[in-house]
Protein backbone atom coordinates (compact mmCIF):
# COMPACT_ATOMS: atom_id res chain seq x y z
CA UNK A 1 0.00 0.00 0.00
CA UNK A 2 1.49 3.57 -0.63
CA UNK A 3 0.60 6.50 0.93
CA UNK A 4 -1.74 8.30 -1.40
CA UNK A 5 -3.76 4.61 -1.49
CA UNK A 6 -3.99 4.89 2.87
CA UNK A 7 -5.02 8.57 1.93
CA UNK A 8 -7.88 7.37 -0.32
CA UNK A 9 -9.03 5.30 2.09
CA UNK A 10 -9.30 7.13 5.53
CA UNK A 11 -10.70 10.07 2.72
CA UNK A 12 -13.79 7.57 1.55
CA UNK A 13 -15.07 7.28 4.90
CA UNK A 14 -17.82 9.99 5.02
CA UNK A 15 -17.62 13.26 6.34
CA UNK A 16 -13.73 12.55 6.81
CA UNK A 17 -11.31 15.56 6.19
CA UNK A 18 -7.48 15.94 5.66
CA UNK A 19 -6.02 18.12 7.88
CA UNK A 20 -2.15 18.44 9.86
CA UNK A 21 -1.21 18.26 13.34
CA UNK A 22 2.59 18.40 14.22
CA UNK A 23 4.13 18.18 11.00
CA UNK A 24 1.79 15.09 9.81
CA UNK A 25 -1.47 14.36 7.81
CA UNK A 26 -3.97 13.55 9.78
CA UNK A 27 -7.78 11.93 9.16
CA UNK A 28 -10.87 13.43 11.18
CA UNK A 29 -14.22 12.87 11.95
CA UNK A 30 -16.16 15.87 13.44
CA UNK A 31 -13.22 17.38 14.19
CA UNK A 32 -11.43 14.13 16.08
CA UNK A 33 -7.88 12.79 14.53
CA UNK A 34 -9.21 8.99 13.52
CA UNK A 35 -5.78 8.10 11.48
CA UNK A 36 -2.16 9.70 10.65
CA UNK A 37 -0.13 9.24 7.91
CA UNK A 38 3.77 9.40 8.44
CA UNK A 39 3.91 8.39 11.97
CA UNK A 40 6.54 7.45 13.49
CA UNK A 41 7.97 8.21 9.95
CA UNK A 42 7.94 8.64 6.12
CA UNK A 43 5.85 4.94 4.89
CA UNK A 44 3.87 4.57 7.91
CA UNK A 45 0.82 5.37 9.34
CA UNK A 46 -0.95 5.35 12.80
CA UNK A 47 -4.87 4.52 13.18
CA UNK A 48 -6.61 5.11 16.58
CA UNK A 49 -8.61 2.18 17.60
CA UNK A 50 -10.54 1.25 20.87
CA UNK A 51 -7.93 -0.82 22.54
CA UNK A 52 -9.35 -4.36 22.04
CA UNK A 53 -9.84 -4.07 18.06
CA UNK A 54 -6.00 -3.13 18.37
CA UNK A 55 -5.20 -5.74 20.30
CA UNK A 56 -7.01 -8.10 17.68
CA UNK A 57 -5.68 -6.50 14.85
CA UNK A 58 -1.84 -6.81 16.10
CA UNK A 59 -2.88 -10.06 16.42
CA UNK A 60 -4.17 -11.36 13.44
CA UNK A 61 -1.97 -9.07 10.89
CA UNK A 62 1.22 -9.10 13.29
CA UNK A 63 3.09 -8.50 9.84
CA UNK A 64 0.99 -4.96 9.60
CA UNK A 65 -0.02 -3.35 12.34
CA UNK A 66 1.83 -3.14 15.90
CA UNK A 67 0.83 -0.72 19.16
CA UNK A 68 2.38 2.16 19.47
CA UNK A 69 4.79 2.57 22.20
CA UNK A 70 4.08 3.17 25.83
CA UNK A 71 0.51 5.00 27.25
CA UNK A 72 -0.46 5.86 23.26
CA UNK A 73 -0.29 2.11 22.35
CA UNK A 74 -1.98 0.97 25.65
CA UNK A 75 -5.14 3.55 24.61
CA UNK A 76 -5.25 1.70 21.13
CA UNK A 77 -3.23 3.84 18.66
CA UNK A 78 -2.01 1.50 16.53
CA UNK A 79 1.54 1.77 14.02
CA UNK A 80 1.23 0.20 10.32
CA UNK A 81 3.93 -0.44 8.15
CA UNK A 82 2.52 0.78 4.38
CA UNK A 83 4.45 -1.23 2.36
CA UNK A 84 3.71 -4.95 4.23
CA UNK A 85 -0.22 -3.29 4.30
CA UNK A 86 -3.15 -5.12 2.79
CA UNK A 87 -6.19 -2.75 1.66
CA UNK A 88 -8.75 -5.03 3.00
CA UNK A 89 -7.06 -4.65 7.03
CA UNK A 90 -6.56 -1.49 6.64
CA UNK A 91 -10.07 -0.64 5.42
CA UNK A 92 -11.42 -2.63 8.36
CA UNK A 93 -9.03 -1.00 10.80
CA UNK A 94 -9.83 2.79 9.47
CA UNK A 95 -13.69 1.86 9.72
CA UNK A 96 -13.62 0.81 13.14
CA UNK A 97 -11.36 3.83 14.15
CA UNK A 98 -13.78 5.95 12.09
CA UNK A 99 -16.99 5.16 13.52
CA UNK A 100 -15.50 4.97 17.31
CA UNK A 101 -14.47 9.03 16.55
CA UNK A 102 -17.56 9.47 14.87
CA UNK A 103 -19.44 8.39 17.73
CA UNK A 104 -17.77 10.81 20.29
CA UNK A 105 -18.72 14.02 18.33
CA UNK A 106 -21.55 16.72 19.69
CA UNK A 107 -24.48 16.31 17.90
CA UNK A 108 -25.94 19.00 15.55
Not at 52 to 81: I, M, Q, Y
Not at 84 to 104: D, F
Amino acid sequence: MTAEQFRRLALSLPEAVELAHMGHPDFRVGGKIFATLGYPRAGWAMIKLPPEDAAFLVRTHPDTFSPVKGAWGRAGCTNLELRVARAGPVREALTIAWQARAAKRPPR
